[in-house]
């Protein structure tokens, strides 16, 4: 595929749906993304990977940065919250003329597009930090090869790289997670009991729960994949999440419509002594949160006292206030003529190859996860890797 029919491909893209075509949740197809909330999801996400980077032990990683594949700023806009000196890279000119336009950081965020000059003409070893996630599936293999080559000659010495790219698609008899209809997601969850509303810093907390399928489908986990109730903490106005992801408690492999089930979902007080917001919620792993679906999450106050904290306790997400971003930016939504957009090509680069690329500049591999944002068709991988001395 040539650049410029990525170029036109992606500009189509942001002038009929440029959020969606960004992050692309199906519930959220057709303008549904208000800008606030997309813009919030970028700070979330970018809060997920600082705690990841503390607790792998990956030393901080710094500035300059750069968002390759920035789209309208989602994360650029979140590393410029952290970060001094942060490049916003993408090769659809629209969408980097609403991206400057939504910048709240003009001093320290910046955006070029590389269809006018690609990446490889920046000066060499002058970035500390590269992150690129959701971009190179929808890139021809031998371009995301080559921008695996570009990043390696961009990062100073012992520069931090993060990236997610597929490796192969699955054979039909090794999918094991796929979407259930959007009506299927339909479920409540309540107390089945007392829990305790004072803890010490990381102890276990067990909580009692109701699970009850509302919707006429069945939760099928031989058929659809794993799903469980999950509980997230927030602080204590509700509305900052700290930690996203700490217990789980299965659910039945067959849960029919209508059919409820009693489950003790067992978490973790959080390190910090004060006075936080559990919250559970339901997932279908790999696929989605049934929030988002529509669920109300069952939430209780709980404190965490002063005293000696529990083994392995996890560190706290830090998430940034997120400035007013401007709904009336984007291009008017009754915009009839504007033709739909091809859809997304999505492509692979094997995970050998990879790991070539990787020693072949003398960089180091320090995790590795398997990755499902590419969709359950494909084996995909978050890589990071840190640059040579």
């Known amino acids: 595929m040539s650049a410029g029919h990525d170029r036109s491909l992606w500009d189509a893209h942001a002038n009929a749906d440029p959020l969606w075509a960004v992050l692309s949740m199906p519930e959220k197809k057709g303008r549904r993304w208000r800008i606030q909330e997309f813009m919030q999801n970028g700070e979330r996400e970018i809060a997920l990977l600082m705690r990841q980077l503390t607790e792998l032990g990956v030393p901080a990683p710094t500035a300059p940065v750069l968002d390759f594949g920035c789209g ?7 590393l410029g919250r952290r970060f001094d000196d942060v490049t916003g890279a993408d090769i659809s ?20 597009c590389t269809s006018d000059a690609g990446i490889d003409t920046l000066p060499a070893r002058s970035l500390g930090f590269i992150y690129s996630n959701i971009v190179l599936q929808h890139v021809a293999p031998e371009m995301a090869v080559k921008y695996l080559h570009d990043f390696f000659r961009l990062l100073c010495p012992n520069g931090l790289l993060v990236f997610q790219l597929p490796s192969h698609r699955q054979s039909p008899g090794e999918i094991e997670i796929v979407p259930m209809t959007e009506e299927a997601y339909n479920g409540t969850v309540a107390l089945a009991g007392t829990v305790q509303r004072v803890a010490a810093p990381g102890e276990e907390i067990p909580v009692p729960i109701l699970v009850r ?143 070539a690329i990787i020693a072949e500049h003398g960089g180091k591999l320090v995790h590795l996860e398997e990755d499902r944002r590419a969709g359950p068709d494909w084996v995909s991988y978050a890589y990071f890797v840190t640059a040579a001395p």
């Open 72 to 78: 309208v700023g989602r994360l650029s806009q979140a």
């Open 93 to 112: 000119p629209a969408m980097i003329a609403l991206a400057r336009k939504l910048n709240r950081y003009p001093d320290r965020v910046r955006y070029m």
């Open 213 to 355: 399928n509302i919707s006429t489908h069945t939760w099928s986990q031989p058929g659809a994949g794993p799903m469980a109730a999950g509980n997230h903490w927030l602080d204590a106005s509700g509305s900052r999440m700290l930690h996203q992801d700490d217990g789980r408690a299965p659910l039945p492999q067959m849960l029919r419509g209508g059919d409820d089930c009693k489950l003790v979902l067992r978490m973790h007080a959080p390190g910090e002594p004060g006075k936080y917001v559990a919250e559970i919620d339901l997932v279908h792993e790999g696929v989605t949160w049934f929030e988002s679906k529509g669920l109300t999450t069952l939430r209780f106050p709980i404190e965490v006292s002063d005293g000696p904290a529990a083994p392995d306790v996890r560190v706290a997400i830090r998430e940034y206030p997120v400035p007013d971003y401007p709904e009336d930016v984007l291009p008017p939504s009754d915009a009839e003529s504007v033709p739909e957009a091809e859809p997304f090509p999505m492509n692979a680069v094997p995970h050998d190859a990879v790991a």
